[in-house]
């Protein structure tokens, strides 16, 4: 899907730069799969969403709250991304 005619054309139509990397380097997609499966397991998994606005609300409390802001990364340093940024 991330090559799709509709993708590539939105990406050049906002001068953006596409990340695809070589077809089979795992390591590309790690950062990302690690990002879903923290969301998965901390807000999607918690509960049942009655609605799609419900359950936006969730992940932007989620990511600004406690990813952004509570979660010591070891790549950073065991800082937060927040403190990490100050810094």
Known sequence: QFRSRKFVHAINRHALAGSMGRVGAAGDNAAMESFFALLQKNVLNRQSWTTREELRVAIV????RT???????????RLTPIEFETI
Not at 61 to 64: A, L, S, V
């Open 61 to 64: 409390k989620w990511i600004e």
């Open 67 to 77: 990813y952004h802001r509570r979660r010591r990364q070891d790549r950073l340093g």
